[in-house]
């Protein structure tokens, strides 16, 4: 399956943005998907996971009431809903999916995801 980033952008402090990834190449029904980011100097670390259904959702601790995962298998979409940004967001985001993901604790890999989006750019000014 083939991954489309996007919806980053510069925002204040305290804002929002909904990041998109839409996938293509093949039926997204039984991917799990999750969101990771990087920030420059930095490794690229997990934000968000969610697994095929929808049912169960997965966050890192420094974005847990902030940002909300969710998908929309019809549009073979998932998205990043992110509120109170804060400057620490500012990061390319990555959408990312397996079909064989399965949650095993909160050591998220990013070799477990086999397909990759290309990133989307969101910064926050304080």
């Known amino acids: 399956v083939q991954l489309q980033a996007s919806g980053g952008g510069l925002v204040q402090a305290g804002g929002s943005l909904r990041l998109s990834c839409a996938a293509s190449g093949r039926t997204f029904v039984d991917y799990a998907a999750a969101w990771f980011r990087q920030a420059p100097g930095k490794e690229r670390e997990f934000v968000a996971a969610?697994?095929?259904?929808?049912?169960?959702?997965y966050y890192a601790n420094s974005v847990k009431g902030r940002f909300t995962i969710s998908r929309d298998d019809t549009k073979n979409a998932v998205y990043l809903q992110m509120n109170n940004l804060k400057s620490e967001d500012t990061a390319v985001y990555y959408c990312?999916?397996?079909?064989?993901?399965?949650?095993?604790?909160?050591?998220?890999?990013?070799?477990?995801?086999?397909?990759w989006g290309q990133g989307t750019q969101v910064t926050v000014s304080s």
């Open positions: 990312a999916s397996d079909s064989r993901w399965r949650y095993t604790g909160d050591n998220y890999r990013l070799g477990d995801f086999g397909s």
């Open positions: 969610i697994i095929y259904n929808g049912l169960r959702k």
